[in-house]
């Protein structure tokens, strides 16, 4: 009867252990995915140019931001990135972060900044 009680009480305190690894577990696991929806909520949205002019206005035209970018206003990582392997160079290879274009087109001409 001792050894049946000895065993019960080692099954109780292994489940009881198994417990609270759970419980570490899911604390990591929703500490993840806390970091991971505050993440999301600070993340750019990338599009191509020509959902870019549909986005920050009729105004804002491919040629204009062609212009700009070559006259160095955007930089790349906030305003734009490429998407290119690489293997390819051009333009279709551009994806832009619509707040950041409208941010700089609503800046005053004379308050805008040059990268």
């Known amino acids: 009867m001792e050894t049946l009680l000895a065993q019960v009480l080692e099954l109780l305190q292994q489940r009881q252990q198994q417990q609270q690894q759970d419980s570490a ?27 870019l002019t549909q986005r920050v206005g009729d105004a804002i035209t491919a040629s204009r931001l062609k212009t700009d970018l070559r006259a160095g206003y955007f930089k790349q990582g906030v305003h734009y990135i490429i998407t290119s392997n690489g293997a390819h160079k051009g333009w279709s290879h551009h994806a832009w972060n619509p707040e950041a274009i409208r941010k700089f087109y609503e800046t005053p001409p004379e308050k805008r900044r040059i990268y």
Do not use: G, H, I
Request: charged share 35%; glycine share 0%; no cysteine.
């Open 25 to 51: 577990q899911t604390d990591r696991v929703l500490s993840v995915l806390e970091e991971l929806v505050a993440d999301s909520s600070q993340r750019k949205t990338w599009v191509k140019p020509e959902t």
